[in-house]
């Protein structure tokens, strides 16, 4: 059972900057596929970016350019580097993991939740 704590949210200006941690812990952290989703109010659950334990990673087209996944495997620590924030990336960020080797960016398909994080960009 792996068991994933968000943190790093918060209140930032346009053109601002965030750093998002995602902490596991239980399981083979570094065997796991991680991902970073986000959900706007009304909206759906939209992946970000996704990082696999051969560092593999995968970014959604709104975010490539801005944002950077990592993992520091010794940690158990994901991170979401997100540079050149836009209002639009106003959302509650969650973390999650799904014991595979390959980085998917359907959210169903993973097995594990953080609690999430809420990131808000204003204008």
Known sequence: QVQLVESGGGLVQAGGSLRLSCAASGGAFS?????????????????????????????????????????????????????????????????AARSRSLVDNHWRRYDYWGQGTKVTVSS
């Open 31 to 95: 065997w796991y596929v991680v991902g970073w989703f986000r959900q706007a109010p009304g909206k759906e659950r939209d992946f970000v970016a996704g990082i696999s334990g051969s560092e593999n990673v995968l970014y959604a087209d709104a975010v490539k350019g801005r944002f950077t996944i990592s993992r520091d495997n010794a940690e158990t620590t994901v991170y979401l580097q997100m540079d050149s924030l836009k209002v639009e990336d106003t959302a509650v960020y969650y973390c």
